[in-house]
């Protein structure tokens, strides 16, 4: 698959018919993979940092279960493509989960702005999450989403250090109603190294 495009385009999507052939090693794939780049951020937060292959995943999914063709390619192609690492970053999709639909609304309404807070740490550097721009996370009430997309955008330096793995990694958040950090494993670090130029 030319991951290297950083870009998913109609020519990489397979039929419905094919797709069914290869949907249950494909998913097996993916659930091993999330093992890797799935991490928790305390209690409440969970990451898990997209790629080429998830975003691919992602749209034969989507195609499977609504069959809207072309036209819905099109959409789908719009709505996952910016999410694929750009050779320079790390994509990652964040979610606050709390069962209780009460308790979660009541949660969320303390963390607005939250996406200013959420950073990748390597070693000596930090680098603050910049949000996908399709929506405004944060409602005027001050009640955050439950769903983050989010883009660390690295340095030359930075890439090098990752690169290296001589540093800790860490993804953190400081939201003062939420503070957690989790490490990045070895294995974490070096899936994620495939997303690098």
């Known amino acids: 698959m030319p991951r290297d495009s950083h870009v998913i385009t109609k020519d990489d999507i397979i039929s419905l018919a094919d797709y069914e052939l290869i949907r249950k090693e494909k998913r097996q794939e993916s659930i091993l993979r999330k093992k890797f780049r799935r991490l928790a951020i305390g209690p409440y937060a969970t990451i898990q940092f997209e790629s080429w292959e998830s975003m691919w995943l992602q749209i034969q999914e989507m195609l499977r279960i609504e069959k809207g063709g072309d ?3 099109v959409d789908e192609l ?3 493509n910016p999410m694929i690492p750009n050779g320079s970053e790390f994509t990652g999709t964040l979610m ?6 009460e308790r979660r609304t009541a949660f969320l309404k303390t963390l607005g702005g939250v996406d200013q807070h959420i950073h990748l740490v390597i070693g000596d550097h930090k680098v603050t999450a910049e949000p996908e721009q399709d929506i405004d996370r944060t409602r005027a009430d001050g009640k955050a989403s439950a ?3 989010l883009h660390f955008e690295l340095t030359e330096e930075q890439v090098e ?3 290296s793995g001589e540093a800790q990694m860490m993804i953190q958040i400081d939201h003062p109603n939420y503070g957690h950090a989790a490490i990045i494993s070895e294995e974490c670090r070096r899936d994620m190294t495939r997303d690098l130029d």
């Open 161 to 163: 250090i990752w690169k």
């Open 71 to 73: 036209e819905q390619l």
């Open 147 to 149: 769903v983050q997309f």
């Open 96 to 101: 606050f989960e709390i069962d209780e639909e």
């Open 78 to 80: 719009a709505a996952y």
